[in-house]
């Protein structure tokens, strides 16, 4: 009775290191995503997976890449971690592409100094 | 401590009162939307949703309101309670995904 698992929960990076943040859900869920939150900004869609075997871009995908692995697991990627990288991660998947509400991990807090 | 939440919008609200927090969409064509709970040190959490069929819809303590003229959209809690402090966000569903609001920081006091 999982539900969406993230790891790792914290994470520092130097500018310049790659990382992969991962996530995977146990509920059969077909459509997965990846968020970030700032302060004051709330919560912004970097990249999404409706089905297994795609994914699309965000609103904010630049300096991310993404893979399904397989249905159960969606990891995003950062090649070369900024400063401006720092956020909360979070990592959410729902049942249809048509939404019926999303269930949440419980975050990936990155710092890149 | 937590970090996310700074610069939001805050509803303070006595313990026994009833609590409005709102929330404007920006996209007429939106036909669902959620309203999410997420407590410090957690992700979010759905509280309720409604289709743009409806103009109301109730939960256990809690309403949404739907106003598709102005695009506006309400959560009401009744007797708030202090495990109702929380950062509250309104999501709309564009196509295939959910687009969020910025949130509003609910702080209860007894």
């Known amino acids: 009775n999982a539900g969406v698992t993230q790891t790792p929960k914290f994470q520092v990076l130097k500018t310049g290191q790659s990382m992969t943040l991962q996530c995977a859900q146990d509920?059969?869920?077909?459509?997965m995503y990846w968020y970030r939150q700032d302060p004051g900004m709330g919560l912004r869609l970097i990249y999404y997976?409706?089905?297994?075997?795609?994914?699309d871009k965000g609103e904010v995908p630049n300096g991310y890449n993404v893979s399904r692995l397989n249905k159960r697991e969606f990891s995003l990627r950062l090649e070369s971690a900024a400063p401006s990288q720092t956020s909360v991660y979070f990592c959410?998947?729902?049942?249809?592409?048509?939404?019926?509400?999303?269930?949440f991990g419980s975050g990936t807090r990155l710092t890149v100094v | 401590g937590e970090s996310v939440g700074l610069h939001l919008p805050t509803l303070s609200v006595q313990e026994g009162d009833n609590s409005i927090i709102n929330c404007a969409y920006s996209?007429?064509?939106?036909?669902?939307f959620i309203w999410y709970k997420q407590e410090s040190g957690k992700g979010p959490q759905f509280i309720i949703d409604?289709?743009?069929?409806?103009d109301k819809r109730q939960g256990q303590r809690v309403t949404v309101l739907l106003n598709k003229t102005v695009k506006h959209l309400s959560l009401q809690i009744a007797a708030t309670q202090p495990g109702d402090s929380a950062v509250y966000f309104c999501?709309?569903?564009?196509?295939?995904?959910?687009?969020f609001g910025t949130g509003t920081r609910l702080q209860v006091f007894p």
């Open positions: 409604i289709r743009s069929n409806m």
């Open positions: 999501a709309e569903q564009d196509t295939d995904k959910l687009i």
């Open positions: 959410a998947s729902s049942e249809t592409r048509t939404v019926s509400g999303y269930t």
């Open positions: 996209n007429s064509a939106s036909d669902y």
């Open positions: 997976s409706a089905s297994e075997g795609t994914t």
């Open positions: 509920m059969n869920h077909n459509s």
